[in-house]
Each structure stands twice: as structure tokens, then as C-alpha cells.
């Protein structure tokens, strides 16, 4: 029997932009700002951390299966209108925001009940932070996934640096670079997910977890994802994306004599040259921080740092606010991004530092 108020915890956020419910064995999340692509506020993050906390304790729940409201996607990231409002203000609710965000990334890591993210559909930034770290990762032929940051003028977080590092190869600095969208099957291909639903088995999916256990009911759902497109590029990304430096990935990809290769060239030059130097460091750092949370406090002091770059608000003005597509980047070019410039991304925060607990519970890396 459907439970709509299993959760009255009067600290709970009243407003309906997730929707809590238990049926059965399972806890259901619903993000449900569908005309926004089911951005996330600081109220969703906070709401979808509650739940967890009540279903971890609740022996009732065995199962949290998570999906996005409408026909577009599980979740665009976070709401970046509302980040590009407060950045020109000072930035403190973007920080706060960030910091419970990126707890619950660690949070869903090493949640120990199955953690099902049905993937839907669009799933960017920070819909990548609330879904790609769950011990079972659904795609479907629908799904879009992407880390666009550098594109705002800003850097993979969420965890989106810790999962593109442990991508094969250099896969994961060709998405982070690029901001490439990924099908199902270089999600699957990347580690972002862990297996392909057809979407139109989702509901019948979703409703039986409310009966059975997870590893008993994916099998009968499973199949193989449409043709990817990274597997047959491998070659040159791995060669051209293994340099220490953008400009140097820009050469090798320039003149690998592979037109895909060149077209990646083009579509970095189009980023931020500051994110795009920023983000290189921040995944090779990443390759040697060692456990997921290391990672999100470094990109903790990454995104904090961003509040007091230009590139961020002009980025989102420019994609988002106005629509000119025509950004205006400072500085404008690499080589006027100098080291200093870089290293500043990754200076201590002192007291605003974010500290995260590994604890005993090992991460969700084999699905269930």
C-alpha cells in the first residue's frame, strides 16, 4: 500500500519539489521541478537527505529508488539562475548550498541499503552527483549524460571529477573538457552507470522493487544499450588527452589528422580557458586524492574559489540568462591563464573548509 506521509518530520522542507513516498519494501524519490528540468535547490538537497536518514533506520525500507519528474529528464543540474544571482552578491547561499550538496553525494556513496537511480532522460551536473554515485545506476535510450561546467566557466563537481577520473583511459578528461553529452552506452562505457532499461519497462521496473529485491528483479528488465560512439575513438583520445597541459591536448588533437579530433579542438576552444586549465588540475589531482571524499572537498574549495571568477557569472549569462551563446571569457585566452591563476582553484579554505568523514562503510562500487 502506497504510504504518501510515511515521512512527518516537521524539519522536513513542506513544499513538493521532491516528492517522499514508501510502497512495499521501497522508498521512492521524485524530483519534481519538472518545468525546470528538475533543477536542484538547496530545499530538494536538504529534503533528499532527510529521507535518507529516515529510510536508513526504518527496517521497512530496504530499497530507495530515485527518478525525475517528466518526460525530459532525472535532473539538469543545480539551479544555476539562482547561483548566477547570488555569485554577484557575495555567493555565501551558493557555498551553503555546496556543502550540503556535496555531503550528500559522500552520503549516497555509502548508503547501505540499494541506491537506484533511474537515469532517464537528461541527467547533468549536479544530476550526475545525485544519481552516478548510487550502487545501481539505470540508463535507458533516453539518457544524456554530461558534466557541461566547463562551458559556464565553471568546473565538474558533485563528485564529477572523481568519477571521470576513474574512467578508462582518458575518457573522462574528453567529456570533462569537451563537456560532451554521453549515451547510454558510453555511460555504461565510462562507469557513470551500470546497466540499460529500455524506458519503457521503467514503470514496471520501479513498481516491482516495491515487491522483491533488487537483484532479483533487474535481471528480467537488462538489456544492451544502442551502439555508443567513444569505444571506436579510443585511440586518439587516449593518446591526445594524456598530455600534461590544454595546449597541449589542443595540439595533439589538432594534428591527430582524425576529424572527430579536430572538432573536439573546436569545442574546447569554445570553454572558458581558465575552467578548462582548472578542470585538468582538478582531475589529475583526483587520480591521487584517493577516496570520494577527498575529492569533493577539493572541488569544494574549487567551486568556492569560482564565486570570485568572472568567467562563472559571464558564463551563465551567456548560456543561460541571456541566451547570446557568446561569452565573454577573462582572461580570453590560455596562455593568459597562468599557474597562479590555476593554483588559486585549490588554496585551503581555512575554517570554511569542507571536511568529510570516510567512516566504515566501503563506497557503492559493485551494484547489487
Known sequence: MTDGSALTDDSLPTDDSVLVRTEGRAGYLTLNRPKALNALTHAMVGRVAEALDAWERDPAVETVVITGAGERGLCAGGDIRAIHADARTGGGASAAFWRDEYRLNARIARYPKPYVAVMDGIVMGGGIG?????????????????????????????????????????????????????????????????????SARLPELTAALAHRAVHDVLPAFVGTAPEGELAAHRE????????????????????????????????????????????????????????????????????????????????????????????????ATLDEVSAGDVERFFAPLGDRELSLATGDTPPQEVPW
Not at 148 to 169: K, M, N, Q, R, S
Open 236 to 331: 586518439w583520445i587516449d593518446h591526445c588527452y594524456a598530455a600534461d597541459t590544454v595546449e597541449d591536448i589542443l595540439g595533439r588533437l589538432r594534428d591527430s589528422g582524425v576529424t572527430a579530433a579536430k572538432e573536439a579542438a573546436e569545442t574546447i576552444l569554445a570553454k572558458s580557458p581558465t575552467a578548462l586549465k582548472v578542470t585538468l588540475a582538478a582531475l589529475r589531482r583526483a587520480r591521487a586524492l584517493g577516496p570520494l571524499e577527498r575529492v569533493l572537498e577539493q572541488e569544494y574549495r574549487v567551486s568556492c574559489a569560482a564565486l570570485s571568477s568572472p568567467d562563472l557569472v559571464e558564463g551563465i549569462r551567456a548560456q543561460v540568462i541571456d541566451k547570446d551563446r557568446r561569452p565573454r571569457w577573462t582572461p
Open 130 to 198: 545525485i544519481s552516478a554515485h548510487g550502487g545501481v545506476r539505470i540508463v535507458t535510450e533516453r539518457s544524456r549524460l554530461a558534466m557541461p561546467e566547463t562551458g559556464i566557466g565553471f568546473v565538474p563537481d558533485v563528485g564529477g571529477t572523481y568519477l571521470l577520473a576513474l574512467a578508462p583511459g582518458e575518457l573522462g578528461t574528453h567529456l570533462a573538457l569537451t563537456a560532451t553529452t554521453a549515451g547510454p552506452a558510453d555511460a555504461l562505457l565510462c562507469g557513470l552507470a551500470d546497466h540499460f532499461v529500455p
